[in-house]
């Protein structure tokens, strides 16, 4: 009698008469349905359309992809909507308040095209779960609930899982990509889900509740991460096209995100997502700032005046330009006093006022100023995937847009990010 061991246990093979049996080898039957470059490389299919398993591991066409295409001749369906073009919560104002259990269900399979390859899911959810959420701890203390508590909320909303799987893919193309391999399944199941995700929530989620908040809590904290990290997707070399008004995009979503957040507070604040929300008090005493910053921002307001002046004969800044000014003040103190990471860095663009963001829109001079200087809280903010190139591209994009002779107003700036100016570039006036 032969005997194994295996992990401490003796396993006893069965008397010889097993040996003995009979072994019979089954011929697999032969199918004739796989697409027609499998029978060409003479590979078995898995008959599984809109397109196979080994065309999509080849990145090939596939002949079930003609197969599966709608035949009929309605009108082509609008382009999908870009991450930092989509609220949050658009809409949910106008929305009847009532509770998610009394919706009729919805099939999500009417929602979005399902997933071909469940494997590739289960790809994503391993890489979120193993790898993207680290990208999104700034302190250990938040690690339970990217891992753990945000990952189970989405088993029970299916619009949060999507965005998991869409933030993974996109994560997993950024890495391929960063060291040249071909990634375009990635991109494309990335843009895919978020698709998904989006279409899925607004169908599913007319309100905030007691029951789904802390599921729309992270899908607006997981949409500005997409925005920041898929706004290259159509720029070649990792170059944004428009880099400011791609900013005021993200901009917009994270305010309106916000303001949904701001009227579940007392809800979140005892979910297990609660502890993302803890700030502490507020210190905004610019003594605390390093005398090169606290030179440089009382330089950036002189120059503000400066360049007011040559414009109309106004000696004080208006209301709307101090207004930032102090507030982007203590943004500084607050990311070099409280806490250097990504809710600091992004505070400043949630508390200016809507004229000041229209001020920008207009690439109004001053404002532009202002929000070049900014550019320096994201810069020494943690480093991270999505947010890769920002703040560079932004401030180079603000030199192109200034008279050339007010681009030494943002010289530090531009030091500190790594693009030391040169007398050639400017011409002080």
């Known amino acids: 009698m032969a005997s194994f061991a295996l992990k401490g246990w003796n396993l006893q093979m069965p008397p010889s ?29 898995d008959e599984q359309g809109p397109r196979c398993r080994n065309c999509r591991h080849r990145k090939t066409q596939c002949s079930f992809e003609s197969q599966c295409a709608p035949k009929s001749h309605s009108a082509p369906s609008p382009a999908p909507e870009t991450p930092a073009s989509t609220s949050i919560v658009q809409g949910l104002e106008q929305q009847p308040v009532r509770s998610l259990d009394d919706q009729v269900p919805v099939d999500l399979r009417l929602l979005y095209p399902s997933n071909p390859d469940p494997v590739e899911d289960l790809e994503l959810m391993y890489h979120y779960t193993t790898v993207t959420f680290l990208s999104f701890i700034d302190y250990d203390i938040y690690k339970p609930v ?86 290259q997707f159509s720029s070649r070399r990792k170059r944004l096209e428009n880099p400011i008004d791609e900013l005021l995009d993200i901009f917009i979503l994270l305010r309106k995100a916000m303001a949904t ?133 932004v401030i180079n994009a603000i030199f192109e847009n200034l008279p050339q002779n007010w681009r030494y107003t943002i010289s530090w700036p531009m030091e500190v990010v790594g693009l030391p100016p040169t007398p050639s570039r400017f011409r002080i006036c």
């Open 146 to 231: 990217w891992e753990v508590d945000i990952p189970r909320e989405a088993r029970s909303q299916q619009f949060l899982m999507q965005l998991i799987l869409a933030v993974s893919a996109l994560h997993i193309n950024h890495l391929w990509t960063s060291k040249n391999l071909p990634a375009l399944s990635y991109k494309e199941a990335a843009q895919r889900h978020y698709n998904a995700a989006v279409t899925i929530f607004r169908s599913t989620v007319p309100t905030m509740t007691k029951s789904n908040t802390s599921a729309v809590f992270a899908f607006s904290n997981l949409s500005i991460f997409f925005a920041f990290g898929s706004a």
């Open 261 to 393: 957040i701001r009227r579940s507070w007392h809800i979140l604040e005892k979910s297990p997502l609660g502890i993302l929300l803890q700030r502490g008090p507020q210190i905004t005493d610019r003594r605390y700032l390093p005398v090169e910053t606290s030179m440089a921002l009382e330089l950036m307001e002189q120059h503000c005046l400066h360049v007011l002046a040559l414009n109309s004969t106004e000696s004080t800044l208006n209301p709307v330009y101090q207004k930032a000014i102090d507030q982007l003040w203590d943004s500084f103190v607050m990311a070099q006093t409280k806490r250097k990471d990504w809710s600091m860095a992004l505070r400043f663009p949630m508390i200016f006022s809507d004229s000041f963001l229209s001020y920008l829109r207009c690439r109004d001079s001053v404002s532009l100023i202002i929000l070049a200087h900014f550019c320096v809280i994201l810069y020494n903010a943690p480093a991270r995937w999505w947010a890769e190139g920002w703040s560079v591209q």
């Open 17 to 45: 008469s097993v040996q003995q049996r009979p072994w019979h080898y089954r011929i697999p039957k032969k199918s004739r349905n796989g697409c027609q470059q499998c029978k060409r490389r003479k590979v078995k299919c």
